[in-house]
């Protein structure tokens, strides 16, 4: 069954930067479009980005966009998120997900503060 582990996650000052990696098994990883989503406390989990199965066609949420940056490495079978000039709203757990398939990883969460 499909199985996604993320990491990468922290406290970060704001304006700092991470870079989350999430690891997949249980299915064709270099067929499969990915997408990161994030929840933060209180609120509903929201899409932040996607990626296409070949990496070339990549989309973003506004409040993300020109922050965040998405990319696979399909024989790693691995998906990262670079996250720059992080703000404390981008605080959050952050989980990766196949775009056809419902099951979720246990996530990683990133708390942005000073």
């Known amino acids: 069954q499909v199985q996604l582990v993320e990491s990468g996650g922290g406290v970060v000052q704001p304006g700092g930067s991470l870079r989350l990696s999430c690891v997949a098994s249980?299915?064709?990883?270099?067929?499969?479009?990915m997408a990161w989503y994030r929840q933060a406390p209180g609120k509903e989990r929201e899409f932040v980005a996607t990626?296409?199965?070949?990496?070339?066609?990549?989309n973003y949420a506004d409040s993300v966009r020109g922050r965040f940056s998405i990319s696979r490495d399909n024989p790693k079978r691995t998906v990262y998120l670079q996250m720059n000039n992080l703000k404390p709203e981008d605080t959050a757990v952050y989980y990766c997900?196949?775009?056809?398939?419902?099951?979720w990883g246990q996530g990683t969460q990133v708390t942005v503060s000073s």
């Open positions: 249980g299915f064709i990883f270099s067929a499969w479009d």
């Open positions: 990626i296409s199965s070949e990496g070339r066609r990549r």
């Open positions: 997900k196949p775009l056809r398939s419902d099951s």
